[in-house]
């Protein structure tokens, strides 16, 4: 199991960047397509298309990428604590915490920065904010939550080692609760319910973390059950995968949303999620093609992390200005900016890795 952990890891950092470019490719077929036809944008006429339903699948099937992100983090987290019968050293998490926000730090000043020479000015206040809460894109949402994580870390151990099953039993219920809410009030329910805007929130993640320090924590016992159950996590995770595309249109359908169905906050994706990442431990893939590779790659996700969505955009307006005419084929355009997204920050962390850089590549990369 422990080696599958480093393989999961590069094949989640893909899935990120495969989320994120289908993420695109609605902006390329909805509010781009006056650039590639004779239409006024918005334009939503090619919603149920075979592209359109490409884009939802891969989007879909790729959910599992930030819990098991979490997952991760969480399995790590054990293997520090391991031989410390009381909990986690306070030492150990400032050190995964500044590993953490220097590069998060760097990385988002220098997009404020491309923002103010591009004309986009924030206040004192919203750029406060934006730190905070990782707004600098889209995608930072993901380092104050697993701050949080790391800082609740000393006391989830204590309680993973002796009470483990009912941690992620109760994580999972506040995860399904909060989940709930937001179904109700997109069906008119009158409860109050956290926004699926504040992704940062760790009660729409609160299972994933848990799950991975439990299981790093008993791997022997862990290891024995996937065993025996890794073809029944099969069925569930071939189920729950065409599940989660399903419901994403039938809750797009009935309730006129967009964003939130084909995001992460459904219930099929939380199951499709967990169900993915035991499957995926179960069966030890480490015969999969290009397996070295994708654990090359997972070993710099950080730094693809943080590089990835400035990159991803700037490639996709390259296109809109420069050629235009490939918005128009999904599968070009999401090839080319999912190799730049992937390529780019890669060829960056080598070269910084060889030069005199290199003394502050940890500041930069992580």
């Known amino acids: 199991m422990r080696k599958g952990v480093p393989l999961l890891r590069g094949l989640a950092i893909l899935a990120v960047v495969l989320n994120h470019a289908a993420g695109h490719g609605y902006t390329a077929m909805f509010w781009w397509a006056h650039r590639y036809r004779d239409v006024v944008s918005p334009n939503f006429d090619q919603m149920g298309s075979w592209p359109y339903y490409g884009l939802v699948a891969v ?19 054990a293997y520090a604590a391991r031989g410390d019968r009381a909990t986690l050293s306070w030492k150990i998490v400032r050190t995964r915490v500044l590993g953490l926000l220097w590069p998060y730090l760097i990385w988002s000043l220098l997009i404020f ?12 206040l919203d750029y406060a904010i934006s730190l ?23 006391f989830l151990v204590p309680l993973a080692r002796e009470r483990g099953r009912a941690l992620i039993v109760g994580a999972g219920v506040v995860q399904v609760v909060f989940v ?8 008119g329910g009158s409860l109050p319910a956290l926004p699926d805007d504040t992704p940062w929130a760790l009660v729409w993640w609160a299972v994933y973390f848990p799950m991975g320090i439990v299981c790093g924590l008993h791997i022997k016992a862990w290891k024995a059950w996937l065993q025996r159950a890794r073809y029944a996590l099969l069925v569930a995770t071939i189920v729950l995968g065409i599940g989660s595309i399903f419901e994403a249109e039938w809750l797009t359908a009935v309730t006129g949303a967009f964003d939130w169905p084909h995001a992460t906050f459904k219930l099929s994706s939380m199951l499709y999620a967990v169900a993915f990442i035991l499957c995926f431990l179960a ?11 994708v654990e090359q790659i997972g070993a710099m996700s950080f730094g693809i992390y943080l590089l990835h969505p400035k990159v991803m955009e700037l490639s996709a307006r390259a296109i809109y200005h420069l050629a235009p005419g490939l918005l128009g084929y999904q599968a070009v355009f999401q090839a080319i900016i ?20 290199r003394k502050v590549y940890r500041y930069f990369f992580g």
């Open 180 to 187: 709930g809410l937001l179904y109700q009030r997109y069906f």
């Open 338 to 357: 999912v190799l730049l997204s992937i390529g780019l920050p890669i060829l960056a962390m080598k070269w910084a890795a060889r030069t005199p850089l």
């Open 59 to 77: 989007q879909q099937l790729t959910l599992f990428s930030v819990p098991a992100f979490l997952f991760i983090s969480g399995f790590f987290v």
């Open 113 to 124: 920065l491309v923002e103010a020479a591009e004309g986009e000015t924030r206040s004192a």
């Open 283 to 293: 069966f030890e893939p480490h015969a999969m093609p290009c397996s070295r590779q």
């Open 132 to 154: 905070l809460l990782g707004h600098a894109v889209g995608a930072y949402f993901f380092i104050p939550l697993l701050v949080q994580l790391y800082l609740l870390a000393p």
